[in-house]
């Protein structure tokens, strides 16, 4: 009786075989690093699978579970009363063939998941921050926020920096604008609306504004030197005398 009892409770030679074989014949199968070296012929796998089969078959199905087929798992119900063995197999079903409510509640833990590491980020305040998404994706971030912004407040100085820490921020300020540049035109945006062109416009008026006052400024003092010579008549002198004007002594 208690041969029996042990019969049903044990996996058959021939499905130990029969699954072994199988197994060996697969390419990257997993092997401890240890074993590795002694895993290059199928034969040499086919022994070490049927050692550790034949030791503990949690261990065999927590490995390999996920490599056998329907028919290889039922060779497995005979040994469901082990509590350990009764969950691999269970999981191992629920992976290969998931049933409605497992697949509910799947997708449940997922979203569970990528909420709270969603809230994870949030709370932690960089990621979601203006400059990490301005850092992640310059362009959208130039055509839904950026284009509204004043540029030249980009490149002064925060309080409290230091002054290599805003020159760094100003290289890679340069390093954003040129990603925007370059995605502007792979997408045909026309010239005149390509990033920085702004500024180069603002350059350009604040030259000619300074040309302009430079001109009126040589202009006024043309003026002034031609109105002191209206109002100081020239005078003719005989040889040899000196008249004293306001401009100097004259011979």
């Given at each position: 009786m208690?041969?029996e009892?042990?019969?049903?409770?044990?996996l058959?030679s021939?499905?130990m075989?029969?699954?072994?074989?199988?197994?060996?014949?697969?390419?990257n199968?997993?092997f401890?690093?240890?074993?590795?070296?002694?895993?290059?012929?199928?034969s040499q796998?086919?022994s070490?699978l049927?050692?550790?089969l034949s030791?503990?078959?949690?261990v065999?199905?927590?490995r390999?579970?996920t490599?056998l087929?329907?028919e290889?798992?039922?060779e497995?119900d005979?040994?469901?009363?082990?509590?350990?063995?009764?969950?691999?197999?269970?999981?191992?079903r629920s992976?290969?063939?998931?049933?409605?409510?497992?697949?509910?509640?799947?997708?449940?833990?997922?979203?569970?998941r990528?909420?709270?590491?969603?809230?994870?980020?949030?709370?932690d305040?960089?990621?979601?921050?203006?400059?990490?998404?301005?850092e992640?994706?310059?362009?959208?971030?130039?055509?839904?926020v950026?284009?509204?912004?004043?540029?030249s407040?980009r490149?002064?100085a925060r309080?409290?920096?230091r002054?290599?820490?805003t020159?760094?921020?100003r290289s890679e300020?340069a390093?954003?604008?040129?990603?925007?540049?370059?995605e502007?035109?792979?997408?045909?945006?026309?010239?005149?609306?390509w990033?920085?062109?702004?500024r180069e416009?603002?350059?350009?008026e604040?030259?000619?504004?300074?040309?302009?006052?430079e001109?009126g400024?040589?202009?006024?003092?043309?003026?002034?030197g031609?109105s002191n010579?209206?109002?100081?008549?020239?005078?003719?002198?005989?040889?040899?005398?000196?008249?004293?004007?306001?401009?100097?002594t004259l011979f």
């Open positions: 208690q041969a009892a042990i019969k049903k409770t044990s058959s021939q499905a075989e029969a699954i072994s074989e199988r197994l060996s014949n697969l390419e199968l997993y401890p690093r240890a074993l590795q070296p002694s895993t290059a012929t199928p796998r086919k070490l049927l050692d550790v030791r503990d078959v949690a065999f199905l927590e390999y579970g490599q087929t329907f290889e798992l039922k497995f005979v040994m469901k009363g082990d509590y350990e063995i009764n969950w691999h197999l269970s999981h191992i992976l290969i063939s998931p049933t409605t409510e497992e697949l509910r509640a799947r997708s449940a833990k997922v979203k569970n990528r909420r709270a590491y969603m809230d994870k980020l949030i709370s305040g960089h990621y979601f921050s203006e400059d990490a998404m301005r992640r994706e310059p362009y959208l971030h130039h055509e839904y950026g284009k509204f912004q004043d540029p407040g490149r002064m309080p409290g920096e002054w290599s820490e020159l760094m921020r300020e390093i954003l604008m040129e990603k925007i540049r370059g502007q035109q792979r997408l045909g945006v026309a010239q005149r609306d990033v920085g062109n702004e416009e603002v350059e350009e604040e030259e000619e504004e300074e040309e302009e006052e001109e400024e040589e202009k006024e003092v043309e003026d002034s031609a010579e209206s109002s100081h008549p020239s005078q003719i002198l005989p040889d040899g005398i000196c008249y004293q004007t306001s401009y100097g």
